[in-house]
């Protein structure tokens, strides 16, 4: 049986091999795209402008997708790696009263920026039960037998129940099958070495493959369709069936559970529901005796709108809320809202005023306004191209929370459109 010195040794013999056989990175300091625009005033500023950790809104479950990127580390003489830890922590401290995934590239670790082993090991020490618990899956995107050695270093540490939730990832196109692909926040240089990984798995370039035109959406069909196209479908129907139905169960079964929208649900059964509503076969949420379902439905088609409920349009006014005084921003979040389509104001006014509801039971569901914007932020808006960066989540939210708290300010009074709510 190996020793521990000797898979220590192992480790770095390895680690310096691949270095040898792998092109060098684009700079000592990291690639200029994996750094970031964050706020000078961050309290940690000096590891967030490397873009190392990133969160990329939710996957299609609600789940929320924190990427760590190895190819953003610079040489380690210039970074403090307490103070990583520290960022680490502060990130997930954030998330972690909900149901999370971790990605790790693990492309660009080289033998002058990695941690220390020891530093791993104190992470994972330091890793309460509650960031443990939450942590449904642990993505090592494109392992070597570096990582395979550190994970049998560290077997001894980690509880059998952790370990489950690994799952080597050897090309990119593999994490499409495990969660929303298009949300990831993916540095140029993993995508480069995954292209590479490619081309000599199949001996050259891969030929150009047409690819057949989506198939048309069925009538039924509720999830994945934009608000306009369920509207004329559902003739008469001004709020989406989804959203009428999962809230009216809620409302009636899950506004004094702690912790509503925070947890996810099984994934298969997610998309059996998703199946039976596209196919227009009733659903009745009774049968699964889980409010968690609902919830996670109801977030699961918002998000899956091509354009987010508030629109694409509105995405860069709700960044620059931040640079309103505080005691305009209500009023001006009370412009950017009036200034959306019709249908689209509707749909939100009807959204909005059950999470004000939610709001209200506080007190027993532990669920503020900052707590829900935090959860249905990011599928609100997002941006016609690209995923939501980190330094985007703070104004996303400030944003949420006022149309949740403020929500008879921003949304009654409106130019008159059709009294519609839950």
């Known amino acids: ?8 040794k192992l480790a770095e013999i390895e680690l310096q091999r691949e270095e040898d056989e792998e092109d060098p990175v684009s700079s000592a300091d990291g690639p200029p795209s994996s750094r970031c625009s964050v706020d000078l005033s961050h309290p940690y500023f000096d590891i967030a402008r490397h873009g190392i950790i990133q969160v990329s809104g939710d996957d299609k479950y609600g789940r929320k997708l924190i990427v760590f990127s190895s190819c953003c580390l610079p040489p380690s003489h210039q ?16 998330y972690v009263e909900m149901d999370y995934i971790l990605v790790y590239f693990h492309y660009g670790l080289r033998s002058t920026n990695k941690p220390s082993l020891k530093w791993i090991r104190q992470t994972y020490s330091e890793f309460e039960r509650k ?21 049998n270093l560290f077997k001894p540490l980690i509880s ?16 499409k099958d495990y969660l929303n692909y298009e949300q ?6 993993v995508i480069k070495h995954d292209e590479k990984l490619r081309v000599a798995q199949k001996g ?19 999830f994945g369709v934009s608000l306009q196209y369920i509207r004329e479908k559902n003739v008469g129907a001004m709020i989406p069936p989804v ?9 009636e079964n899950g506004m004094k559970t702690e912790g509503i929208f925070r947890r996810s649900a099984r994934v298969q059964l997610i998309k059996d529901i998703q199946k039976l509503y596209n196919l227009g076969k009733p659903v009745h949420f009774e049968q699964y005796g889980d409010v968690h379902v609902p919830a996670v439905i109801l977030k699961t088609f918002i998000r899956e709108l091509p354009e987010p409920l508030l629109t694409f349009r509105v995405y860069s006014q709700v960044l620059d809320v931040i640079k309103v005084e505080s005691s305009l921003r209500v009023s001006r979040c009370k412009q950017i809202i009036e200034s959306l389509p019709e249908y689209n104001f509707i749909v939100a006014k009807y959204l909005l005023c059950f999470l004000h509801m939610v709001s209200q039971e506080s007190i027993t569901n532990k669920m503020s ?9 990011v599928n609100l808006v997002w941006p016609r191209h690209n995923s939501v960066s980190l330094t985007a989540l703070t104004p996303i939210n400030i944003f949420a929370e006022i149309l949740i708290e403020h929500f008879h300010t921003v949304f009654i009074s409106h130019r008159g459109t059709a009294e519609v709510l839950p």
């Open 243 to 251: 959203m009428t139905q999962t809230i009216a169960y809620l409302k």
């Open 369 to 377: 306004p900052s707590n829900l914007a935090c959860v249905f932020g």
């Open 184 to 189: 990831l926040i993916i540095p140029p240089d």
């Open 79 to 94: 970074l403090d790696h307490h103070r990583l830890l520290g960022y680490l922590k502060y990130t997930l401290d954030q």
């Open 160 to 175: 059998h129940k952790f370990g489950k939730k690994l799952t080597y990832v050897n090309y990119l196109s593999e994490l």
């Open 204 to 222: 050259g370039p891969a030929p150009s493959v047409k690819k057949p035109p989506p198939r048309p959406p069925l009538p039924t069909q509720q």
């Open 1 to 8: 049986m190996t020793s521990q010195p000797d898979l220590e």
């Open 131 to 151: 960031y443990k618990k939450n942590l449904k899956a642990l993505y090592v995107v494109h392992p070597t037998n570096f990582i395979r050695i550190v994970w």
